[in-house]
């Protein structure tokens, strides 16, 4: 069973850096995209930023230029940098992997990791 977890998150002022990180239990290379996704209280959840297998990265408009998503295969491992944190980032974040099968695509989901940006 694929097991995605994030860890992280925590408090941080206005203006801040945190990175965030998401270990899979299997090689992050089987997976054709991953993603790092957020929702905040009585909001959808929204894509932040996502990687594909080939290295192609794309963000979400309000992250661009402040959060940089990469990851390291040798550990399994998704990150999300985040800098220049203001109060609208503050959310719940998720991690996300997109597994190609035969029997089609299987989505994984981490169980989220909190972050909280402080003023």
């Known amino acids: 069973q694929v097991q995605l977890v994030e860890s992280g998150g925590g408090v941080v002022q206005v203006g801040g850096s945190l990175k965030l990180s998401c270990r899979s239990s299997v090689r992050i290379s089987v997976f054709s995209v991953m993603g790092w996704y957020r929702q905040a209280p009585g909001k959808q959840r929204d894509l932040v930023a996502g990687?594909?297998?080939?290295?192609?990265?794309n963000y979400a408009d309000s992250v661009k230029g402040r959060f940089v998503i990469s990851r390291d295969n040798a550990k399994n491992t998704l990150f999300l940098q985040m800098n220049s944190l203001k109060p609208e980032d503050a959310a719940a974040y998720y991690c996300?992997?997109?597994?190609?099968?035969?029997?089609?695509?299987?989505?994984?989901w981490g169980k989220g990791t909190l972050v909280t940006v402080s003023s």
């Open positions: 996300y992997a997109r597994l190609d099968t035969l029997e089609g695509p299987v989505e994984v």
């Open positions: 990687i594909h297998s080939g290295g192609s990265t």
